[in-house]
């Protein structure tokens, strides 16, 4: 792909600037077709891998775009960041539809319960300050 794409700009005068956003864009519209958005990067994200390359390239736009985490203030950016020290990490996973709920809907296979796209980072004390108030029922956790 990388070839390709050399191959593709590689005629073009280099002060050439419109030619090569030009050249980017023609080789962005073939790879990312209408069909990407609507079926290819719906099926890659509907995966438990937290590590596939959809997964973390969604949440490196996340971090780029300044995106917070889900019930916090604090910037992804600064959950990812491994701990000075201590064993819990500062980010941890929510499902956005519970399990005991999917589990009510017939949803009980693992892989569609913790598919990626069921996930948000959070921080760990907000995660577990939603799992507390679950047990007293104002809100359900995971």
């Known amino acids: 792909m990388f070839e390709q794409d050399l191959a593709r700009v590689s005629g073009l005068d ?3 600037r419109d030619g090569f956003v030009r050249a980017l864009d023609d080789g962005l519209s073939e790879a990312l077709t209408d069909d990407y958005w609507s079926q290819t990067l719906v099926a890659a994200l509907e995966t438990q891998k937290a590590r596939s390359p ?3 390239a969604f949440r490196a ?3 780029v775009l300044g995106t917070r985490a889900l019930f916090s203030d604090q910037s992804l950016r600064n959950l990812f960041n491994p701990p000075a020290q201590g064993l819990r990490s ?8 519970p399990v005991a ?3 009510s809907q017939g949803i009980r296979e693992r892989r569609l319960v913790n598919q990626v796209a069921n996930l948000a980072d959070t921080g760990w004390y907000e995660n577990s300050a939603v799992g507390r108030s679950a047990s007293t ?3 359900e956790h995971r």
């Open 14 to 16: 280099s002060k050439d």
């Open 54 to 56: 959809a997964a973390l």
């Open 61 to 63: 736009a996340q971090v």
């Open 90 to 97: 500062a980010s941890e996973v929510h499902h956005l539809f």
């Open 101 to 103: 709920w999917l589990h």
């Open 137 to 139: 029922g104002k809100g």
